[in-house]
Every structure is written in C-alpha cells, then in structure tokens.
C-alpha cells in the first residue's frame, strides 16, 4: 500500500477525510491501530480498509499480475457475464 493508495482508498470508502481512520491511512507512513480507536469509529475503519485495499490490489494487479497472474480470483467475471 502506498500513500497515494491512502488517499484513492479514503476518497472512495464515503468516510470523511478527517476522521480518524481516514487519517491514519493518509499519513506516511500509515499507521496501524485500529483495533484502539472508539467502537464508534469501527464501521468507518472498517469502509476505509475494505476501499484503500481494493485501490492498492487494483494497481497491483494492472502492474505486477497483468498477464501472467494465476490466481484465479483475478480472474472472477461480474455476475452478470457468468454462466
């Protein structure tokens, strides 16, 4: 993860920039914790996580795994394409 995936991550979760799990993603470099922050802000880590890992396996997959990856979850079709 980069920090540029950070930013894509928290512009794309919903969550503002500010809060604290947004920040904690943004900054470099990241900082791990979340487990420690308030119940409260649990649902925002949560959509921060699951958008800045898709930004970061997005650009991993279009740089080290184009064309010769194996792994068959890069490979799923959208439901609406499978059999």
């Known amino acids: 993860m980069t920090t540029a995936d950070g930013h894509a991550g ?6 503002k920039p500010t809060a604290n799990p947004s920040v904690m993603m943004c900054v470099d470099p990241p900082r791990y914790g979340f487990a420690a922050l308030p119940a409260d802000e649990h649902v925002k880590a949560f959509r921060v996580l699951v958008s800045v890992f898709s930004v970061a396996d997005t650009r991993r997959r279009q740089t080290y795994c184009k064309g010769t990856c194996g792994h068959s979850w890069h490979n799923l079709r959208p439901p609406d394409e499978r059999p």
């Open 10 to 15: 928290v512009a794309r979760s919903g969550v």
